[in-house]
C-alpha cells in the first residue's frame, strides 16, 4: 500500500466551480501534511501547508482530518490559471517526506 | 524563483553506462534532495545531504550514489545506468528541512536510459 493515495483525475470542472480533492495517509505517525501544485513538465511548487484547525488562502481551502488520516483541498471559483496537477504531501520525520501521485484538474472555460 | 541549476536538463544514454547528474544551488542552503518522478508514483526520494560530505539515503536509493563536496553542489551518479532509471529527476533545496514543508525544485533532469 502506498503511503499516501490520491485520486489521479482527471477532473475536468467549468471556470467558476468548486472543486475539491481528498488525499489518504497510511503512517498514523505523520507529522506535517501539505499541498504542492505541478504545472506540466514544470517542477512542483508548495501551495500550502495544512494545519490541523484547517486554513484558508485565498480560494484554496485545506483540512486535516488525523482520526480518518486524510487531507482535503477545496478550490473555490476555478480559474483557468488553477489547471495543475495537485500534489498531497506528507512529512513522516527526519527529512522523509512522502508525495502522493498527484490528482489533475483542468479548468475549461 | 530559488536558484537551482540542474545539468543537463535532458540525457538520453545506453545501458550499462555511468551518469552524473548535477545539481548547483546559489541558496546557500543547507538541505539538498534528489528525487524521482515516475507515472503512477509520485516523487521518490533517493538521496539527500544535510551538510557538506553528509548524506543518507532515501526511499529508491539503490543504484545510485551522491556526493556532495561543496554546499552548492550535488551530484547524482548511476554508476551503470538501468532501463528502470528511465525517469524525471528533480533536485530540492530547503533553508530548514522538510519540516517546513518548503522544498524547492529545480526544472528536472529527464533521463532516457535505452
Known amino acids: 500500500r502506498k503511503e499516501v493515495e490520491q485520486d489521479p483525475g482527471p477532473f475536468n470542472v467549468p471556470e467558476g466551480a468548486t472543486v475539491a480533492f481528498n488525499c489518504t495517509y497510511s503512517?498514523?505517525?505523520?507529522?506535517?501534511f501539505f499541498w504542492y501544485r505541478q504545472d506540466c513538465r514544470k517542477e512542483p511548487k508548495l501551495l500550502m501547508s495544512?494545519?490541523?484547525s484547517g486554513n484558508e488562502d485565498g480560494r484554496f481551502t485545506a483540512q486535516l482530518n488525523r482520526a480518518s488520516q486524510y487531507i482535503s483541498l477545496l478550490i473555490r471559483d476555478s480559474k483557468l490559471s488553477d489547471s495543475a496537477t495537485y500534489l498531497c504531501v506528507v512529512n513522516l520525520n527526519n527529512n522523509d517526506m512522502r508525495f502522493g501521485a498527484g490528482t489533475r484538474l483542468t479548468v475549461k472555460p | 524563483d530559488a536558484g537551482i541549476t540542474q545539468s543537463p536538463r535532458h540525457k538520453v544514454t545506453e545501458t550499462g553506462t555511468p551518469v552524473t547528474l548535477r545539481c548547483h544551488q546559489t541558496e546557500n542552503h543547507r538541505y539538498m534532495y534528489w528525487y524521482r518522478q515516475d507515472p503512477g508514483h509520485g516523487l521518490r526520494l533517493i538521496h539527500y545531504?544535510?551538510?557538506?560530505?553528509?548524506?543518507d539515503k532515501g526511499e529508491v536509493s539503490d543504484g545510485y550514489s551522491v556526493s556532495r563536496s561543496k554546499t552548492e553542489d550535488f551530484l547524482l551518479t548511476l554508476e551503470s545506468a538501468t532501463s528502470s532509471q528511465t525517469s524525471v529527476y528533480f533536485c530540492?533545496?530547503?533553508?530548514?528541512?522538510?519540516?517546513?514543508?518548503?522544498?524547492?525544485f529545480g526544472e528536472g533532469s529527464r533521463l532516457t536510459v535505452l
Open positions: 545531504s544535510y551538510g557538506v560530505k553528509d548524506t
Open positions: 503512517n498514523s505517525a505523520s507529522q506535517s
Open positions: 495544512v494545519y490541523s
Open positions: 530540492a533545496i530547503s533553508e530548514l528541512g522538510v519540516d517546513t514543508g518548503e522544498l524547492f
